[in-house]
C-alpha cells in the first residue's frame, strides 16, 4: 500500500510530556500538511511544506508546535509540554504540486491527561 | 484571510436528493474541493472545482461560482452509507477546510 501513513495511531500522555508524530507521504508527492481536527470540527490548518521547506505555519500555532521534513520525505510534527487542550485528532495529508488533491493519512489521535 | 461556512447538520431520507452549500472568502483562490468523512476515519476526496460551473461524477455533483464565492455539493439517490459529513475546502496557498456538514441519511 502506498497511502499515507502516520505513526502512533493513538498517544495517550500525561500533560506536560513531549510528544512526536511521523507521516509518511505517498512517495511522488512533494507538498505535506498537517492537521489538527477535534470532534465535530472540519480539518484546522497548522502547517505545509513543498518538498523540505516549510512554507506556512498558522499563526494559531503556539511555540511548542515544531515541524520538520528534513529530507523532503517523511515529517514529524512534535508538541512540547502537552496540554490538555491538545487532545485531537492530528491529521497528516500529501499531494503532488500540480494536481493539488489531499490524500490523508489515518490521523493520530493524542489524548492529554 | 479565508473564511469558509458551511450548515452545520442536514438531514435527508434514503433514495432522496441534498444540497449542501459552501460559501467562502477567500485572498486566493486555486479550487475548491469537497472531501466525505466518516466518523472516526480520515477524510476523503469526493470533487473539485477550478471553474465555475457543474462537475459531475456519479451520485455526486459540485457547483461552483467565484464570483458569488459559492459552491454546493450535491448528491443524489441517497444512501444511508452516505451518512457523513461533508467538507468544503478552498486551496489557495494552502488548504483550508470548512467546519463540515454532518449529513444523516434516515430510512
Known amino acids: 500500500d502506498t497511502g499515507v501513513s502516520q505513526d502512533p495511531r493513538h498517544k495517550i500522555t500525561k500533560r506536560g510530556q513531549n510528544v512526536t508524530f511521523r507521516c509518511d507521504p505517498i512517495?511522488?508527492?512533494?507538498?505535506l500538511y498537517w492537521y489538527r481536527q477535534t470532534l465535530g470540527q472540519g480539518p484546522e490548518f497548522l502547517t505545509y511544506f513543498q518538498n523540505e521547506a516549510q512554507l506556512e505555519k498558522s499563526r494559531l500555532l503556539s511555540d511548542r508546535f515544531s515541524a520538520e521534513r528534513p529530507k523532503g520525505s517523511f515529517s514529524t510534527l512534535e508538541i512540547q509540554r502537552t496540554e490538555q487542550g491538545d487532545s485531537a485528532m492530528y491529521l497528516c495529508?500529501?499531494?503532488?504540486?500540480?494536481?493539488?488533491?489531499?490524500?490523508f493519512g489515518e490521523g493520530s489521535r493524542l489524548t492529554v491527561l | 484571510g479565508q473564511n469558509i461556512d458551511q450548515p452545520t447538520e442536514m438531514t435527508a431520507t434514503e433514495g432522496a436528493i441534498v444540497q449542501i452549500n459552501c460559501t467562502y472568502q477567500t485572498s486566493g483562490f486555486n479550487g475548491l474541493f469537497w472531501y466525505q468523512q466518516h466518523a472516526g476515519e480520515a477524510p476523503t476526496f469526493l470533487s473539485y472545482?477550478?471553474?465555475?460551473g457543474l462537475e459531475e461524477k456519479g451520485r455526486f455533483s459540485s457547483f461552483l461560482s467565484r464570483s458569488k464565492g459559492y459552491s454546493y455539493l450535491l448528491l443524489k439517490e441517497l444512501q444511508m452509507k452516505d451518512s457523513a459529513s461533508y467538507l468544503c475546502a478552498v486551496k489557495g496557498q494552502n488548504f483550508v477546510f470548512g467546519p463540515g456538514t454532518r449529513l444523516s441519511v434516515l430510512p
Open positions: 512517495s511522488e508527492h512533494n507538498r
Open positions: 472545482n477550478v471553474l465555475d
Open positions: 495529508a500529501s499531494s503532488h504540486k500540480n494536481t493539488g488533491e489531499l490524500f
